[in-house]
Nanobody, 123 residues
Framework: QLQLAESGGGLVQPGGSLRLSCAASGFTVDYYAIAWFRQAPGKEREGVSC????????TYADSVKGRFTMSRDNAKNTVYLQMNSLKPEDTASYYC????????????????WGPGTQVTVSS
């Protein structure tokens, strides 16, 4: 059974950092396109970052480019989202998602989703 489990969320001050993890089970991460999405209360879901299956090319939303870095550890079957220089507007529930496409996208839905982890940026 294919499952995703996010962790690493929490409360951080503006300018701080967090690293989110998305642990996969039931499939190997380098054969799947995987994305990070976020959703704040009252707002639409937003694609934040994604990574292609196989070649590992990453894509970022303009709102996080230069601050967030997505990576993949095949040995641990986990993907990460390193978030630096966090801003209050980054506050949201963060979700990882996956499907068997070769190329990821921030603008489509995915077949498999984790339950999410909350990130709050506040002083």
């Amino acid at each position: 059974q294919l499952q995703l489990a996010e962790s690493g969320g929490g409360l951080v001050q503006p300018g701080g950092s967090l690293r989110l993890s998305c642990a996969a089970s039931g499939f190997t991460v380098d054969y799947y396109a995987i994305a990070w999405f976020r959703q704040a209360p009252g707002k639409e879901r937003e694609g934040v970052s994604c990574i292609n299956s196989r070649d590992g090319t990453t894509t970022y939303a303009d709102s996080v480019k230069g601050r967030f870095t997505m990576s993949r550890d095949n040995a641990k079957n986990t993907v990460y989202l390193q978030m630096n220089s966090l801003k209050p507007e980054d506050t949201a529930s963060y979700y990882c998602a996956a499907d068997r496409a070769l190329v990821c996208s921030l603008y489509r839905t995915y077949d498999y989703w984790g339950p999410g982890t909350q990130v709050t940026v506040s002083s």
